[in-house]
């Protein structure tokens, strides 16, 4: 799976500039797929020069004219094409695991797992913000393309929710191992710890 799968699937759904779609990703696509803003301009910019998508100018009053895109018929093809596509499930690839398989310092383990349960909690509450958000009323009465949307987003609440009971699992198991050094970490909680998947 690329970018251009997620971008093309935004734009099936309605024309949209460049600047709805990062907010989309901000919002509601950072659970499907990572990008930055840059990635996807840049994306964009592959999908009209392919003819998989097309832009009109649109003029602002005081503001730069900005681009709306939309799907053109080859990328509404090829969005079908790669739906068709068997879905290739990816190796696990999660450094935590690893360490938490090597063994090592006790409280070093402690405490990656401690930052890996903390940015799990904080994901789950930004995927509980979006879900009051845009999916306040019940599941019976979404329409058909917001109930998939819905299903994508219900993905990301139940598979923190499980890391998050796995990591207090871990958390207890680590606790009852042999005793510490003086190694562990400052405390620090960044990516390297908190890597999820």
């Given at each position: 799976?690329?970018?251009?799968?997620?971008?093309?699937?935004?734009?099936?759904?309605?024309?949209?500039?460049?600047?709805?779609?990062?907010?989309?990703?901000?919002?509601?696509?950072?659970?499907?797929?990572?990008?930055?803003?840059?990635?996807?301009?840049?994306?964009?910019?592959?999908?009209?020069?392919?003819?998989?998508?097309?832009?009109?100018?649109?003029?602002?009053?005081?503001?730069?004219?900005?681009?709306?895109?939309?799907?053109?018929?080859?990328?509404?093809?090829?969005?079908?094409?790669?739906?068709?596509?068997?879905?290739?499930?990816?190796?696990?690839?999660?450094?935590?695991?690893?360490?938490?398989?090597?063994?090592?310092?006790?409280?070093?383990?402690?405490?990656?797992?401690?930052?890996?349960?903390?940015?799990?909690?904080?994901?789950?509450?930004?995927?509980?913000?979006?879900?009051?958000?845009?999916?306040?009323?019940?599941?019976?009465?979404?329409?058909?393309?917001?109930?998939?949307?819905?299903?994508?987003?219900?993905?990301?609440?139940?598979?923190?929710e499980a890391q998050v009971a796995w990591a207090e699992e871990a958390e207890q198991v680590?606790?009852?191992?042999?005793?510490?050094?003086?190694?562990?970490?400052?405390?620090?909680?960044?990516?390297?710890q908190a890597e999820a998947n």
């Amino acid at each position: 799976m690329s970018l251009r799968y997620v971008i093309l699937t935004a734009l099936s759904e309605q024309d949209l500039t460049g600047y709805q779609i990062t907010k989309e990703f901000d919002l509601v696509l950072g659970n499907l797929w990572s990008a930055s803003h840059q990635q996807v301009y840049r994306e964009l910019a592959k999908l009209a020069d392919e003819g998989l998508a097309s832009f009109e100018m649109e003029a602002q009053t005081g503001k730069p004219d900005r681009k709306i895109y939309s799907l053109t018929t080859a990328g509404k093809d090829d969005l079908s094409r790669w739906i068709e596509e068997p879905v290739l499930f990816a190796p696990t690839r999660n450094a935590l695991l690893v360490k938490l398989y090597a063994g090592g310092n006790r409280d070093t383990l402690l405490e990656h797992v401690t930052c890996f349960k903390a940015n799990c909690r904080a994901a789950l509450a930004e995927y509980q913000a979006i879900a009051k958000r845009y999916y306040p009323e019940r599941l019976e009465d979404m329409e058909e393309w917001k109930k998939r949307a819905y299903l994508t987003l219900r993905y990301g609440v139940t598979q923190r929710e499980a890391q998050v009971a796995w990591a207090e699992e871990a958390e207890q198991v680590i606790g009852d191992l042999g005793q510490s050094d003086d190694t562990a970490l400052d405390g620090d909680c960044g990516p390297d710890q908190a890597e999820a998947n």
